[in-house]
Nanobody, 114 residues
C-alpha cells in the first residue's frame, strides 16, 4: 500500500522560509516523479513543483526562484524548500506521486501571515 506522509507546515511571516518533507512507503519510488501540489480555500488544487529521480525539476511560474524541490538520496523522500514566502502561498500542501494512478499525502497547512 502506497503511503505519503508530509511534515513541516506551519505559520510563518511574509518573507520567511519553511521546509516541507514527504516520506513515501509501500513501493520503490526511484522510478517515479514525486512533488508538491497546493490548494487554497475556494481554489482548485494546483501544481507547485515536481522532481524526477534523475534530477529534472519543474515549477509553477508563481514559485520559480523562491521554492526548490529536491529528492532524498533514497529517492523515497521529496522536499520543498520555500523562501520569500508570500500571503498568497497560504494553502494546504500535498505530497504527490504517480504510479499509474495519482497518490496523495494527507496535506500540511502552510499559513503566511503577519
Amino acid at each position: 500500500q502506497v503511503q505519503l506522509v508530509e511534515s513541516g507546515g506551519g505559520l510563518v511571516q511574509p518573507g520567511g522560509s519553511l521546509r516541507l518533507s514527504c516520506a513515501g512507503s509501500g513501493t520503490i519510488f526511484s522510478m517515479y516523479a514525486m512533488g508538491w501540489y497546493r490548494q487554497a480555500p475556494g481554489k482548485q488544487r494546483e501544481l507547485v513543483a515536481t522532481a524526477t529521480s534523475g534530477g529534472r525539476s519543474d515549477y509553477a511560474d508563481s514559485v520559480k526562484g523562491r521554492f526548490t524541490v529536491s529528492r532524498g538520496n533514497a529517492k523515497n523522500t521529496v522536499y520543498l524548500q520555500m523562501n520569500s514566502l508570500k500571503p498568497q502561498d497560504t494553502a494546504v500542501y500535498y505530497c504527490w506521486t504517480r504510479l499509474g494512478n495519482d497518490y496523495w499525502g494527507q496535506g500540511t497547512q502552510v499559513t503566511v501571515s503577519s
